[in-house]
């Protein structure tokens, strides 16, 4: 090992060698920007979401056998790939040789949409067909946890894997499918798949050379140095010479810990190959693992032994512990070692200290190994870095002896714990006394606790509910004084495990049959159901074609902003931004920066040439801070280095001086200060004092609903190229709005928007955080690129992009309602806050959305509401998807939830009594023609079998203590066509070359929601071509000037409008010629046409209607939208009272969706938007650390969309059966993409339904306000009962501060 050697791997089959290798590199550096390979995406950094996921091969010599695994590139260390063969989504299939059918089947089943996620989940699910050719249905939900997706809501994904099971009819797919459910793998899709010969064959030269993996190497560069030791001799020979280099094992710890700081030890020693550490072996007395034995492998042992230890439970205890820790991805390279050596905590530092484990420790130049027992005291930080942990011994359980081990998420699937609890009990035989005891808690301090006074109390008394009583006591008071944010909640779960344990302990020992432990076990299914016309089948509208773009997404070839190879001496781009919510600038100091390496220049505001401020309520934002800072994460400069490491590394160099100011962060403080904007809204109809007089019953309440984050799985990214004449520049972004971003740099360059070519070819994900968040990226980065004059690329790293970009507005609403005992309403007074943020932004207008979309359901004859924007020094609130709605939706909804209560009705009862007819006026002058509402609604009713479920949901709560169910419905009306006429107008480009293939642009942006597939059939359609005739390359400024923003779901009326306007004019100019020669192809007429010179390109323009709205000036009235769109759902959850944590049953959707332009790609975006909705209605919180001033999240790895595990596990969808009033000038469709996400309200309605139900339980009647989100620790707190009661006095560190 005294050499340097090559570092040696296959990608995809063909061998790399690294001469020096940089141990701190990654393998997603390495694939993305040394091997091009830029289909592993990377999306998060943080292991968290599972969009950077391929498989990983080696040859085991002592097995003889190819091992395979999943593993996060973005925390894979290059340097331990050593003798392994890699495989990335490029190597499974490519447009040019074939798909796999794991990526076939995802496009036929519609499983993407942006497709950012797309090749993660393909390497995982092809990944687990390479090591399980019989999986079960829990083994796809299982092999996908680690995958996020924010687009599709998963259904698609898991059925187009399922599809692709090699158990073929006997598949769990293959079962129990509804009749008369469409089945979208019918559909007529190209034959794309490859043959299995050209799967890429594990290299022959790794299986016979053993010496990759079983001799010892070092590796040296960039002044660090690597070892990889195979034997425990040699590792203690390489920590003789170099005392300091610190143990790698997986690395999942120390990359974002050490190497991602920084913070790099110049000597690394990698242990995964060291054999001694490798042991997995049992006795009757104990199991030892070795310290590099990953959790995989220990699962795979643990799995597989038949001797269990006497009370059966120690084995059972670690396969759960193990089983929840992080995904596979993460499982397959994290080793016990790593977890138990770094500081946690951890979940299996919990159930080591339960169970006594003893580990064994050595160092260089120690003859024999030390033992340490693992107590409460065990600090991984207090080991010599010489000292090496070996193994782990873990004593089996003796006869009547037990250890449960259990772990309460926030979300179930890929999260850490809030808390972890394990318990170690002895009976005595004959007396079921209590022998022994130890119960441990984790999580809420740093380190496990073991709760003495537990053990006190216990030992000596029977095992009797009584015990369990007094121990609960025990417990708050052990805990009570622990300084932990969610203390009560920790307290409350701490005791639920107890009790858990305990009555599983009741069970064991056939003193009771009760089972406390968990939620229903389900596993997810769903159906669509729509109608296809068949009677004219030259209209490819309305058929469900996959999205244009699959294949390429589906194999990694499709390009995303930071895809497009490095330009030669482009820079990277770093900001440099405010670590303060509100502070005055006194100096900001470059020099350090400037000296740091690959460091090129610096800009900050007095770079900016032209204007400085930006804003859509008008010029308030700076691009640059100069003197003030507002929020956290404001940009104050940017430092341009060769690399983005080296930019990023630089960035934290700048030394900015502060002087702090005071902060506003919530609706309340803002409303107590006065903190608002000038702008609100208000509207009065009939006499509202009146209104409440009149009625018989008045009531009064408030309601709270929080932000939310996109969380779009592509961040924030622009590519700035500086062209050599003329001041030109193209810019590549993932904007929503080209042309308003056009505009903008213009202004901060002084340059015309003519030589400013804003180029978007799609975008990974959205959902409105890409309209605005993206001027200052993309401002700054042209700044730089002008100033240095070259090409410049920024790409936000996640936590970056999550603390410093606006939100969805948290929203606060305080209302009086009045109403006669019979149900019908009579008066609503609203008064609304938005938490806007720091700058006003896009808030006006989404105030100016929730006004019609509160007043639009329930007919009230007296109603006053207004709307304020509160100023707070959070970043500024923006759109996101429903821009408003959601919001508005879930005041009134529950609204009518707190009346239905009050009144003892049935809240379905009380909505129908209520809800506008066919033909009425809504408060906004609007006439409710082809008012499909309550066709959905009864559809829905009808679908979910409403009546029926209520009464078994009632049924299950009278049957069932420790777990509810709540079921309800839920409404929506969405409207489409911006109010101001200003905005409803799009323009198109449609050119037909030589061959007769066509090229479509159009202004719209392509970000998941299959826009361009829409736009490429209704060309097709109008030229009457087969649609791969026709092509859609990217949105450009200079092929479509001013176009609109991508947003209000109205895109593809508005765009399509103007497509269809393009292809009509070639068609009419073609017309002539088509009367003279009726026979001839298309590819005929068009070269007849060229020959006849007839202009065979064409601009399309499209507007839609005459009269706009304007809020200020109500009283002239006008149309404040083209239509609406309607739909209905009705959720069946389920909530754990003693944890809060829930699941969704059941949900049946009803969507009207006009004549769908594709029902496949529309069905998409109702189950995406229903699941997102689903995240803000229960775990996604935004807070914020008043100190700290920021937002706590950072990014996927703590702020917690839905995963695979979070959706309905019966998700049934159909859209409205002829549907009238649809969008006639685009096909009769109607506009897709944000109502959907409405109807999670109903989620919510169902989980207050279900607390309700727990309350009554507890003794507590009557109507409970559950807030929004409705987290697990919300409701547990509100399902109440004795635990809770326990913890009433507890105090806690500091209150969860939600925006
Ligand atoms: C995305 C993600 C999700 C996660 N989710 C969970 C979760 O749900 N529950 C949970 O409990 N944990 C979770 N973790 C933490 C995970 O369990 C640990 O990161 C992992 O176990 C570390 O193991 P490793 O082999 O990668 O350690 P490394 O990162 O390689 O090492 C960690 C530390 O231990 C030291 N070390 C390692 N082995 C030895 C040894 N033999 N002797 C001396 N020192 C040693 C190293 O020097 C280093 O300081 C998650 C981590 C990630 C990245
Ligand atoms: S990018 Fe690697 S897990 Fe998210
Ligand atoms: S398709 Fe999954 S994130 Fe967009």
Not at 940 to 968: H, I, L, M, P, Y
């Amino acid at each position: 090992m005294e050499e340097p050697s090559a570092l040696v791997f296959f990608v995809n089959g063909k061998k790399v060698s690294i001469d020096n290798p940089d141990p701190r590199i990654t393998l997603i550096q390495y694939l993305r920007r040394t091997l091009y390979l830029t289909g592993t995406k990377e999306a998060c950094s943080q292991g968290a979401c599972g969009a950077c996921t391929v498989m990983v091969s080696y040859y085991n010599h002592h097995q003889r056998k190819i091992v395979h695994y999943s593993c996060n590139a973005c925390l894979t260390l290059l340097c331990t790939l050593h003798g392994t063969a890699i495989t990335t989504v490029e190597g499974v299939g490519s447009t040019r040789n074939g798909l796999h059918t794991v990526q076939s089947n995802l496009l036929k089943y519609y499983g993407l949409q942006c497709g950012f996620c797309t090749p993660g989940m393909v390497m995982a699910m092809y990944t687990m067909f390479r090591n399980n050719t019989r999986p079960e249905a829990d083994d796809f939900e299982r092999a996908l946890e680690g995958n996020l997706c924010r687009c599709t809501g998963y259904r698609p994904i898991l059925e187009a894997f399922k599809s692709s099971c090699p158990k073929g009819k006997s598949c769990c797919m293959n079962m129990d499918n509804d009749e008369g459910e469409m089945n979208m793998a019918d559909q007529d899709v190209d034959n794309v798949n490859k043959h299995e010969s050209q799967e890429v064959i594990f290299p022959n030269e790794l299986q016979t050379n053993p010496s990759y993996r079983q001799t010892s190497v070092k590796f040296a560069g960039g002044g660090y140095t690597w070892y990889r030791p195979t034997s425990l001799s040699d590792l203690f020979r390489v920590k003789a010479n170099n005392p300091e280099a610190v143990v790698v094992m997986g690395a999942q710890s120390i990359l974002g810990s050490n190497i991602r700081n920084n913070k790099t030890p110049k000597d690394l020693v990698s242990c995964t190959g060291v054999l001694e550490l490798k042991v997995m072996k049992q006795d009757e007395n104990e199991i030892v693992f070795g310290s590099a034995v990953t959790f995989s492998e220990m699962e795979q042992f643990l799995s597989s032994l038949t001797l269990k230890d006497a009370g059966g439970t120690l084995v059972d205890a670690l396969l759960e512990g193990i089983r929840w820790i992080a995904a596979d991805q993460v499982r397959n390279v994290a080793t016990i070692g790593g977890h138990l050596m770094s500081t946690g905590p951890h979940d299996l530092q919990t159930l080591m200290m339960t169970c006594g484990a003893i580990l064994t420790f050595q160092s260089a130049g120690e003859k024999t190994p030390h033992t340490i027992k693992y107590s409460e005291g065990f600090d991984p930080n207090s080991f010599s870095p010489s000292s090496i942990l070996i193994s782990v011994r873990l004593p089996r359980n003796q006869k009547n002896e037990f250890i449960f081990f259990g772990k309460q998420p926030f979300r179930r699937g890929m999260d850490y714990a809030v808390v972890n609890a394990g318990l170690f009990i002895k009976i005595e035989e004959q007396s079921s006394g209590i022998k022994d005891m130890r119960f441990c808690v984790g999580n809420i301090e740093s380190k496990p606790r073991y709760l003495e006074n537990v053990t006190k109390k216990a030992i000596g008394s029977p095992c009797t509910e009584q015990l369990l009583e007094d121990i609960g006591d025990v417990i708050v008071q052990e805990l009570k004084n622990s300084r932990a944010k969610q203390l009560k909640y920790k307290i409350t779960l701490a005791c639920a495990f107890f009790f858990k344990f305990y009555k599983r302990l009741f069970k064991l020992l056939q003193l009771s049959e009760e089972d406390t432990f968990g939620l229903t076990p389900v596993h997810s299914s769903g159906a669509q159901f729509y109608d296809v016309p068949t009677d004219d089948n030259s209209h490819i509208v309305w058929q469900p074609v996959p999205h244009v773009s699959s294949k390429s997404i589906t194999t990694g070839e499709a390009v995303y902003v930071d895809d497009i190879p490095e330009y030669k001496k482009e820079l990277s781009l770093a900001l440099v931004s405010s670590s303060r919510a509100h502070a005055k600038i006194l100096s900001v100091d470059f020099s350090a920066a400037l000296e740091a390496p690959g460091v090129e220049d610096f800009v900050d505001y007095r770079d900016v040439p032209g204007e400085m401020l930006y804003g859509e309520s008008g010029p308030e934002t700076p691009l640059l801070a100069d003197n003030e800072v507002t929020h956290f994460g404001q940009p104050i400069a940017g430092i341009l280095a060769k690399t983005r490491e080296e930019a990023r590394a630089a960035a934290k160099l700048v030394k900015v001086e502060y002087e702090n100011l005071p902060a506003v962060f919530t609706i309340d403080d803002a409303i107590e200060k006065n903190s608002l904007f000038e702008f609100s809204n208000s509207t009065e109809q009939g006499n509202i004092e009146q209104g409440m007089t009149e009625s018989e019953v008045t009531l009064e309440g408030v309601i709270e609903t929080g932000a939310q984050e996109h969380l779009y799985m592509e961040p924030c990214s622009a590519l700035i190229c500086p062209k050599k004449e003329d001041k030109e520049m193209d810019i590549f972004v993932g904007s929503q709005d080209p042309s308003g971003l056009q505009k903008w740099i213009g202004q901060f360059l002084l340059i015309p928007c003519n030589r400013i070519n804003v180029k978007v070819k799609r975008i990974g994900g959205a959902f409105g955080g890409k309209a605005v968040d993206i001027i200052p990226l993309t401002g700054i980065a042209s700044v730089a690129a002008w100033k240095v004059n070259r090409p410049v690329r920024c790409v936000f790293q996640r936590d970056y992009d999550v603390r410093a970009t606006g939100k969805r507005h948290g929203t606060k609403a305080f209302y009086k309602v009045g109403f006669n005992k019979d149900g019908k309403l009579n008066a609503l007074s609203l008064q609304f806050y938005l938490n806007a943020g720091a700058f006003s932004g896009l808030s006006p207008l989404v105030l100016n959305q929730m006004m019609p979309g509160m007043a639009s359901i329930y007919k009230i004859p007296h109603y006053s509401s207004t709307g304020h924007l509160c100023k707070t020094n959070i970043p500024s609130s923006t759109a996101m998807r429903g821009f408003g709605m959601p919001q508005a939706h879930f005041i009134i909804q529950s609204i009518m939830f707190d009346v239905s209560k009050h009144l003892g009705m049935s809240l379905n009862r009380l909505r129908e009594m209520n809800t506008f007819r066919e033909g009425d006026t809504d408060m906004y002058g609007k006439v409710l023609s082809d008012f499909n509402l309550i066709r959905c609604w009864e559809d829905c009713k009808k679908q979910s079998n409403f009546n029926t479920v209520e009464k078994e949901v009632t049924d299950f709560n009278r049957d069932n203590k420790w777990r509810k169910r709540g079921v309800a419905m839920s409404p929506c009306i969405f409207f489409f066509g911006y109010p101001p006429l200003s905005a409803n107008y799009a323009g198109a480009l449609v050119n037909v070359y030589k061959d007769g293939s066509v090229l479509i642009s159009h202004g719209g942006i392509e970000m998941g929601q299959g826009l361009h597939t829409k736009m490429c059939q209704i060309a097709a359609t109008v030229l009457g071509i087969p649609l791969h005739q026709v092509h859609l390359c990217e949105t450009s400024t200079h092929s479509v000037p001013h176009s609109t923003e991508s947003g209000g779901s109205f895109v593809a009326d508005i765009n399509g409008g103007a497509v269809k306007n393009a292809c009509e004019v070639i068609k009419e100019r073609l017309s002539v010629l088509k009367e003279t020669m009726p026979n001839a192809s298309w590819t005929e007429l068009i070269n007849a046409a060229i020959f006849s010179r007839i202009n065979l390109s064409a601009t399309g323009f499209y507007k839609s209607r005459d009269k706009g709205y304007n809020f200020k000036k109500q009283e002239e009235g006008g149309d404040y939208c083209l239509y609406h769109g309607y739909g209905a759902a009705c959720t069946v959850t389920e909530i754990d009272v003693l944890t809060g944590e829930n699941q969704i049953l059941k949900t049946d959707i009803v969507f009207d969706v006009g004549k769908s332009l594709n029902p496949a790609i529309d069905v998409g975006q109702i189950e995406g938007g229903f699941v997102q909705g689903c995240g803000m209605m229960t775990s996604e919180q935004v807070t914020v650390n008043p100190e700290a001033g920021l937002i706590e999240a950072c990014g996927p790895i703590n702020y917690k969309i839905p995963g695979i595990r979070n959706i309905p596990k019966d998700f049934k969808v159909t859209l409205l059966k002829e549907a009238a009033g649809g969008h006639k000038e685009v096909y009769s469709s109607k506009g897709i993409g944000e109502p959907p996400l409405l109807l999670a309200v109903s989620l919510h309605l169902a989980l207050r339904e279900a607390v309700i139900a727990a309350r009554k339980a507890n003794g507590l009647s009557g109507n409970y306000r559950l807030e929004c989100p409705a987290t697990p620790e919300r409701i547990r707190m509100a399902c109440a009962g004795p635990i809770v009661e326990k913890c009433r006095d507890v105090k806690e560190e500091r209150k969860v501060i939600q925006v």
